[in-house]
């Protein structure tokens, strides 16, 4: 069983940077693909950032192209999302994941393990 644990949200100004953490524990970290979702109040979990087992492949939502770089430290089981010029509509929990089926995946669903989320709250 595969444990995730985020760090790192917490309240900012627009314009300000976050970076999250997410240790994992409890399996072979560099076999997992892992990502990056958020969920805002009332609205559905949205896919943000995935990175491959290697870190060699990266993906992005559209609205973070440019500003949030997730990167892996396989050594240290860990995967971070830096997130710079932040927006009021980044607000939002966000939830670190784990796939394993696939070395890169964009779907919630097809994510086998997830962190119990941060809280990311950007003020204008």
């Known amino acids: 069983q595969v444990q995730l644990v985020e760090s790192g949200g917490g309240l900012v100004q627009a314009g300000g940077s976050l970076r999250l953490s997410c240790a994992a524990s409890?399996?072979?970290?560099?076999?997992?693909?892992m990502g990056w979702f958020r969920q805002a109040p009332g609205k559905e979990r949205e896919f943000v950032a995935t990175?491959?087992?290697?870190?060699?492949?990266?993906y992005y939502e559209d609205s973070v192209k440019g500003r949030f770089t997730i990167s892996r430290d396989n050594a240290k089981n860990t995967v971070v999302l830096q997130m710079n010029s932040l927006k009021p509509e980044d607000t939002a929990e966000y939830y670190c994941?784990?796939?394993?089926?696939?070395?890169?995946?964009?779907?919630?669903?097809?994510?086998?393990?997830w962190g119990q989320g941060t809280q990311v709250t950007v003020s204008s």
């Open positions: 409890g399996g072979t970290f560099s076999r997992y693909g």
């Open positions: 990175i491959s087992r290697t870190g060699g492949r990266t």
């Open positions: 994941a784990a796939v394993t089926q696939m070395t890169i995946a964009t779907r919630a669903h097809e994510y086998d393990y």
